[in-house]
């Protein structure tokens, strides 16, 4: 029996192809066709959008498919969580569900918000939080363009942000966080207990994972006299034993080492500093510990 | 104080847009700005889904809309129907929520859905048409890939169509029409009432229709001699008086008139037989009868 | 039984379209479909390429279709000429396939090809061309890409030109036409005999060619005082008995007409001259005489 | 001798292009060749900036080109004014080089600039703008991006606009007006005074201004009982006589006329109720008075 | 004297030029130009149709070129095969040609073929193909469109597919295969002599060949214990010794080595179930052995 | 305090921001924004001409800035050369500018410009080159175009080239060079002198320059017997010791190394004739020496 896994239609569409595609699976998505072929015999895909995934992963119509954590508490869905991937659409963070005023707004906080109007696309999981607070805000749906409303007498508006700056560019101000979410790869419960079901998405999953820590990884080689290797040792992190193996020309070494590509602009001029030569940066398909 | 209109975002966007510039009005969207500026001082714009339309109109937040009439029905809102404009995405003929099964299945009959799954969008219109039917079935919410779901163990979907020809090629059959839907434009009930803002919307809906009606006529003159010019007359169709002016050659007319784009390449072969010299066809912005 | 109709494939596709739309027809090409969809229930379009369409006009495979006469030529093909369409990818003029060679080359005549390699397309139009000059030369089929060969060993090629500006930018030089070519309407031989398919036929003939006048032509109107009347009347070319109406003002007249796009330019100035005033051109969608 | 026609090259080439297809003459613009080719033997094309097209015009280097009294004025240039043709990139209006501040600037009036730095890419006009007003201030020469220079240090900047939008946008406060400027065609004094290319200017301009002012016009037609002629003639703008002409149909009359496309959406309800009849809007492509 | 190499133009171009990139060099093909620029003094590259690139081959017009085995036989050009490249436009496998009818057709077998009617771009290899076989078809040459034309007539057509899929959505059914086909490189009989064109000819290949390997290879490292060095290196295909080098820490190994991108999914798992730790995956540009 | 860092608007835009997140620094530009963001909390930067940036530098409205050498002479001005970094729009060398006539010019060397019209954008570098060589030419600034204004009367034009090539398509004949140019890294004179500022503008190219020299190699990786070790050794270039590793095979070697991308297409096949297996081609992100 082939796996029936869920691709999420929409905004982390061509990121979550890319990342299956390093991880090493083709997925071909023709237009208006909702089922992509994947080369892998033992899996079958399917587009679904990321709000509804969670409803299905749970009825069981797939077997297992990736959303957000968001989608996931606002359909209640009893599922699995297989496993967390950070990464979004425009960068490789969790987003946040923000509660939202406009800048000229003389609300506050968010205990000002009694008996005002929020609109948002999450409602249940904005409701559960005006709840857990105390606070009887009147919570509707609202199919996008919510920055719009708060200027058509709309008193506030949850939405979802990356960095908060296309918020800031249409004048709102941020009061609260409502929820953080990341990519969660789901599995239904029943298939969880299928072994062999099992086996293969855990497969899948490591090499997702590999993929996603390959795009914030670079491979570092450099070489370093003897004298020097103990002072270049220390500035490289810690994450993995480098590999040290001993040049043929004698008393050096060659480094190779795999580290975060934000801390490489800070460590590469402190190893040159430190003795280290014909420093090399390398990009990197997967990697896994 | 102006009149806050709200244009549909999505799908009717751009030919809503094209119809008010044939109209008189130009409406200049920016990509990411729900306020869309227009170039008359007496109207204010705002973007809505045409889904939520009605809600906003309803409750006040805007004076007036354009939307589907099937959501309108969806929301259940009290609203003034101001006007029929007929034009869709594709065409200017009204869309369809039809009822549809994979070729495949066994369903061939509205009753053979009892206690199946229905997928939709439009869950509470589909809801009391199976009311209405004495059927049980079970309607759900669908955000779209409604198609992709009838293979993974949805029984039908209700969806919007024009011709049909996607659900073909998706090899879906149509099993029953559960709504037809014209784009309307719409009012909120107190407003209507208000005299110098209903007749701002009435001088809109004229110009609106004015421009929809150009988009299915042409203009038509030709030269006629005296003694065919009822021959020729009693081709031309009877919608409006054609303007006959005598010519300074004697015994010859021209006439000039407007007809169906639809029927001309059926009458300009049978005006040439009856005697029609020097036809000609222009096109045209507005048609007010 | 539908009249099956055949729509040159390629160059002459998206200006065939174009025509058809202009004559009334709205024709819709997807992306890889080779039938594409008309709006009339009595025509059945499939696309071929030019170069064969009059093969399967011949051997009745479709009833009629749209090609050049260059390649009714090529193939030999008994069929009947409709009519001829003047229009090419570019303009509205006949195009040439020409005789060239390099700018370099010492062959100055058709005679010093007497044993040279000439690479066309265009291969039994060509043989018979210098067939009849009584020249022996060694004419092979090429696929396109025929200037880069003329650099490569080939002495002469036969290609196709609107205006002879893209072999002149290759450096190529033109020593003789081998046949001019316009678009044609052809019609199986036996199809013709049948009173209602040559009908039919008829019909669609008479509105392209009045949606290629259209092309061409404007409508001018003017009002003229009496005394200017004779003067303004002789500067508008004969080609068509303008309009002419006494207007409300006495001894004033409204002059309505339809002239050749290309000599607006020249006359406007001299019609002003002749005492015209408020001179309007307007388009037009058809002209049928 | 040809007439050599200097064409503006960046912002105002699409309109100008266009412009010239409506007046009659196809200018077609290759990649990379600054010699547009014109359908016109007696006319030589060339692309200059419009910054510099003035100085070649008063060298000679071309007879006559088009370019905004803006730059006319900046680099001195004695030239004839032949025509103003007033278009810009976005509209049909006249642009305004403005003296803008940041909006959090303590700079409210001219004389605050007093020894303050300006950027601008028009230093000439700006420095004597100043030295009319008797200011002493540093104007020194920027290539674009002035907004962003107000954050870097410049005081003030002087920037072209066609609505002040942009400006807004970048958190600008316009202080003063330098100058407005409009499309001009300008002529070299010499040629001026030759018959032949004097006449020649003078048609190309008239088709022009032909070709701008149906930009802003539409035809209109409608039917009107005898009674209500008066009634619907008062209403229609004095501009031109509306041709007036008997319908076949007794005491029914057909007005034609041509108003500003402005105004028509105003019109048309006010002309509806006065009793016109099948009113319908016809496009122009040229209107000369 | 230079390499004459010929570039098929058409489907196979942009994946032969992005070949020659990863092999070192550099070919930039202009629009309308056919001869691309490589930068190699010793070559000069000119772009013909893979259809007739093994004739200009053997005439000596070009001394050598990429082409298919499909048109080698085709044309059955006397040429030399110098090497297999195995690529084609979408994927790294060969291509078929294959013999097809309708869905619906009565046609099952080659030997219903029989006196029918049978279309391809293919003709001679089609004819010997039947030949063969001992069935007498009416093949006839076709210029694409074949699908279509089983629709209007044509009982079979011959067809190239790389994975079926395009034939199965066009409702054909595939009866037999005419031939298998991969992109090749030849050679003109005479030049493969000349021992320095032929060395220059040998390198290309050798470079192309490192570049096709490197698409189907990826680098792999990993840290192993001594404990599991026989397990980790059973697991790794024997394709090549990988390298191992003992690390700085005692009891570890680096291992290094170069595998199938395909079976990289399948070995990661069990690898690190194996005890290999910090693997890493990382492009290639290039593979020789 | 922020260094004030300067990115060329234009022609080395994109080519500067694929550097920089290269180099390990991602910079967004918006459309329309001045101000490109970069994730660097103590960098700011701002996008000024590359003509204007050294003015901006050498007044201390900004820190330091990319622009072209041509630029800093044409503007005279007084900044830090901190780096060049030979990167251009299309490839990785200098440009030049050059002194061009018309082919069809009589003017064969620079002293036949006596008293000639020549037009440039680089005024004062080219009035300084006409000085030196003690000849006095009419020197003008001119917008871009400068080819076209050869036709119309200009003698020369000064022009900056990669390759020569559009001059030569555009009928021009190279008679002399100007300057040569390559882009520059400049710093203003006192921030210089700030330690904290200096050191962080060395770390910027410090990567910046191995950024760009990654594009010009590739690492190289071989397997060797110990018999070939000394025959493969001599083939590598010498500009960085090979990292030599004893396989866990005895008698067998592993080199690593890095080479020029020119070189490597004449390398392998020697590399292999000497006795290399298994040689990989490798891509890198960075290379510091």
Redesign the interface.
């Known amino acids: 029996m082939k796996l029936?896994l869920g691709i999420p239609?929409g905004s982390l569409e061509g990121i979550t192809v890319k990342l299956f595609k390093k991880?090493?699976?083709n997925i071909a998505i023709s237009p208006?066709n909702?089922?992509p072929s994947i080369d892998?015999r033992e899996i079958v895909a399917?587009?679904?959008?990321a709000?509804?995934m969670s409803r299905?992963v749970e009825s069981g119509?797939?077997d297992c498919g990736i959303t957000g954590r968001d989608w996931v508490l606002e359909n209640n869905s009893k599922v699995v969580k297989v496993a967390e991937l950070v990464y979004a659409k425009q960068s490789m963070r969790p987003v946040r569900w923000v509660l939202a005023v406009p800048n000229t707004s003389s609300i506050k906080k968010i205990k000002d918000l009694k008996n005002k109007k929020v609109a948002t696309e999450l409602v249940n999981v904005t409701k559960s939080f005006f709840k857990k607070k105390g606070i009887k805000a009147d919570v509707e749906f609202?199919?996008?363009?919510t920055?719009?409303?708060t200027?058509?007498?709309?008193d506030a508006i949850v939405e979802v942000t990356e960095t908060g700056a296309?918020l800031r560019a249409n004048g709102l101000r941020i009061i609260d966080t409502i929820c953080e979410s990341t990519t969660q790869f789901i599995a239904n419960k029943k298939i969880w207990q299928n072994p062999q079901k099992r086996k293969k998405i855990?497969?899948i999953v490591?090499?997702l994972k590999?993929a996603i820590l390959?795009e914030q990884k670079?491979?570092l080689?450099m070489?370093v006299a003897k004298k020097n290797l103990d002072k270049v040792l220390k500035i490289l992190p810690a994450m993995?034993?480098p590999?040290?193996?001993?040049?043929?020309?004698k008393g050096?070494?060659?480094i190779?080492t795999?580290i975060d590509?934000e801390v490489?602009?800070e460590i590469?001029?402190r190893l040159?500093k430190a003795g280290a030569?014909?420093?090399?940066?390398?990009?990197?398909?997967?990697?896994?510990?």
Chains 1, 2, 3, 4, 5, 6 share one sequence.
């Open positions: 029936k239609k991880a090493g699976f208006r909702y089922f892998d399917v587009l679904f959008r709000q509804e299905y119509i797939i609202s199919w996008g363009a920055e719009a409303k200027r058509m007498g709309i296309s855990e497969k490591l090499l590999g390959a670079v491979g080689k070489n993995k034993k590999t040290i193996s001993a040049l043929s020309e050096w070494f060659d190779d795999i590509e490489v602009r590469i001029p040159k030569q014909g420093i090399i940066e390398y990009p990197l398909n997967k990697v896994i510990y």
